[in-house]
T-cell receptor, first 113, second 111 residues
Framework: DTGVSQDPRHKITKRGQNVTFRCDPI?????LYWYRQTLGQGPEFLTY????????KSRLLSDRFSAERPKGSFSTLEIQRTEQGDSAMYLC???????????FGPGTRLLVL | GQNIDQPTEMTATEGAIVQINCTYQ??????LFWYQQHAGEAPTFLSY????GLEEKGRFSSFLSRSKGYSYLLLKELQMKDSASYLC????????????FGRGTQLTVWP
């Protein structure tokens, strides 16, 4: 039973560059979430997909952030024109159709220089 | 707004029992979760409470009182590997499922 996977695990970029992260949820989990976590804080919700439909977006998700889940399986999160304040751990989680628990991936740690 | 409060840090010794409290104020309530997170790793699911009362799972138990907006996580027979951050998270009133997390309680277990 494979868990949620995320790629890359670490990303260092220069301010102003674009970055894209990928999340592969647990097979047949139709709900997918993105969160962001900074040091000493709990995860903060960014966005939610049910199958391919993006049903909710946080106000934290500025115009520079976009997420997709084109075929209802894997998802991508893109950050354009990165800023130093975007440095954080980006976590992906998935939930089965009939279930409540969100299972988290290992995260992508982003550092913007 | 949503408010989830838990202590920032706790310490305990191996073999002891520790209780981590969480209070919450949210618009709507559809369940409370506890996650364990080791440094640099993803949160790992520990427990889920949606009804009042105690849920026991091995060395870990979780309690919920919806009327008081209160939960606790009880860890028994502490081991060094239990040193981690423990996150309290509430699923709000929306059916969409987003979780609201507290800041986490950093537990240090001493030998």
């Amino acid at each position: 039973d494979t868990g949620v996977s995320q790629d890359p695990r670490h990303k260092i970029t220069k301010r102003g560059q674009n970055v894209t992260f990928r999340c592969d949820p647990i097979s047949e989990h139709n709900r997918l979430y993105w969160y962001r976590q900074t040091l000493g804080q709990g995860p903060e919700f960014l966005t939610y997909f049910q199958n391919e439909a993006q049903l909710e977006k946080s106000r934290l998700l500025s115009d520079r952030f976009s997420a997709e889940r084109p075929k209802g399986s894997f998802s991508t999160l893109e950050i354009q024109r990165t800023e130093q304040g975007d440095s954080a751990m980006y976590l992906c989680a998935s939930t089965p159709t009939a279930g409540e628990t969100q299972y988290f991936g290992p995260g992508t740690r982003l550092l913007v220089l | 707004g949503q408010n989830i409060d838990q202590p920032t840090e706790m310490t305990a010794t191996e073999g002891a029992i520790v209780q981590i409290n969480c209070t919450y104020q949210t618009s709507g309530f559809n369940g409370l979760f506890w996650y364990q997170q080791h440094a640099g790793e993803a949160p790992t699911f520990l427990s889920y409470n949606v009804l009042d009362g105690l849920e026991e799972k091995g060395r870990f138990s979780s309690f919920l009182s919806r009327s008081k907006g209160y939960s606790y996580l009880l860890l028994k027979e502490l081991q060094m590997k239990d040193s981690a951050s423990y996150l309290c998270a509430v699923k709000g009133g929306s059916t969409l499922g987003r979780l609201y997390f507290g800041r986490g309680t950093q537990l240090t277990v001493w030998p």
